[in-house]
């Protein structure tokens, strides 16, 4: 996807100095209310939470900045130099409380529907099983991600640069299930995907329900999944199923899924038709504004994020292109005048997984702004600032990114 359209598409975590984090805390009481109906919890200023919700409890409390019991950020210097991103150290982002524990106790026993096909069926986990099986490594990010560096205090959660991992998933292709039921209906233009998650009293269901579309173009690469990382995927991050589509932001990979319908328009829930829109500071959601949808190319360094030692340092970081190969990545070390190109760290996955990466610097006594840059296949590079909108997404200019280390 071209960079020009892309916005349909830590360690440094600037923490309560952020305006949109002040915003949060000190919003208005009405709007505190909704934020606890639906189970965000704020921290209470100055302080960020001991332990992890008992959701999340299995999590590596020490990678992770907690910044609600329904959001956590790895943190920048956690994130490491693996291709694939320990499961105990993945962000965790909720747009609603998590559905309770025990529909994972028999997890072949979920079961989603399938509509708009020619031959509509409800199926369970372990029927999908018997249809087909792969794996596919792929970036996992909140649209959200990079939120923090805007300016205009950005309401949301204020992530850095830690709303983001690569895992590999394993299920069925939606391909080979849409297939085995007929195809799709003809006019279907979107594939619509249904949470279940308990949905609060007392509220229109539409206003609330995780309910994403995306285009139909996503069959060819979109799964059903049941595992992450080789083991069976948790409550934590969607189990038992999951809709998983790669290259495209979170929110679009729908956890615990109990229906996918092939549709001629948009769903009209709230999540779709106003929320996860790119929009202009000070204006509203609409369905004309672009989606969340595949994501931009993007990079940040992980390591030296403070200090680094007098003579040869070994610059560290993390680099994908969204549904993109990747094909370079450069670091500066005097904040973007002079690149040099890294190289690439480990396997690569495919086009859809982050590529580790490493440039040698010998560096003298003094301070240093250190950025990185990717280029994706198709000549798409990262811009050196952000595209300025109301909710702090997409944001992969490299500039807010870097990291200012002092050598002595």
């Known amino acids: 996807m071209k960079q020009e359209t892309m916005l349909q598409r830590g360690a440094n975590d600037p923490g309560l100095n952020n305006p949109a984090r002040r915003k949060l805390l000190l919003g208005s009481a009405g709007a505190m209310a909704a934020v606890s109906l639906l189970g965000f919890v704020p921290v209470a200023r100055g302080e960020e939470p001991k332990s992890l919700p008992d959701y999340a409890a299995w999590k590596e409390r020490n990678a992770l900045i907690v910044h609600s019991a329904n ?48 031959n509509p069926r409800t199926l369970t986990v372990g029927e999908l099983k018997g249809m087909g099986v792969t794996t596919v490594a792929s970036v996992l990010q909140c649209s959200g991600n990079g939120r923090a560096f805007f300016p205009h205090g950005a309401s949301g959660t204020q992530w850095t640069v830690g709303a983001a991992g690569c895992v590999m998933w394993t299920g069925v292709p939606l391909k080979d299930v849409v297939d085995a039921l007929g195809g799709p209906d003809s006019g279907a233009r979107y594939i619509t995907s249904t949470g279940g998650e308990s949905l609060p009293d007392g509220l229109d269901p539409k206003t609330v329900i995780v309910e994403r579309s995306v285009p139909t173009d996503a069959l060819e690469s979109a799964i059903l999944a049941w595992e992450m990382n080789d083991e ?90 969204g549904t993109v190969a990747l094909d370079k990545v450069e670091v500066s ?52 600032g952000r595209t300025e909108n109301e909710r702090g997404y997409g944001h992969n200019g490299w500039k807010d990114h870097g990291v200012t280390v002092t050598v002595s």
Request: aromatic residues 8%; hydrophobic residues 35%; charged residues 20%.
């Open 232 to 321: 069976p995927l948790t409550h934590t991050h969607g189990g038992p199923l999951r809709m998983v589509i790669p290259g495209y932001y979170g929110v679009n990979n729908v956890k615990y899924v109990k229906a996918i319908a092939f549709t001629e328009s948009q769903t009209d829930a709230k999540i779709q038709a106003s929320g996860y829109r790119v929009r202009d500071v000070g204006k509203k959601g609409s369905p004309d504004q672009p989606s969340m949808w595949e994501m931009n190319v993007k990079s940040w360094v992980t390591s030296p994020l403070e200090t680094g030692q007098n003579g040869r340092n070994m610059i560290y970081g993390v680099a994908f292109g």
């Open 333 to 384: 070390t005097d904040g973007g005048k002079n690149w040099k190109q890294a190289r690439f760290l480990g396997p690569d996955l495919g086009p859809y997984a982050w590529r580790p990466f490493v440039a040698a610097a010998d560096l003298s006594a003094g301070e240093y702004s250190i950025v990185s840059r990717a280029t994706d296949t198709r000549g798409n590079t990262q811009p050196e």
């Open 71 to 118: 959001t956590m950020e790895t943190r920048r210097d956690a994130i490491g130099n693996g291709v694939i991103t320990p499961s105990d150290r993945l962000f965790v982002r909720n747009n609603l409380p998590a559905p309770p524990k025990n529909i994972a106790d028999n997890p072949d026993a979920w079961e989603v529907k399938i509509e708009g096909v020619r």
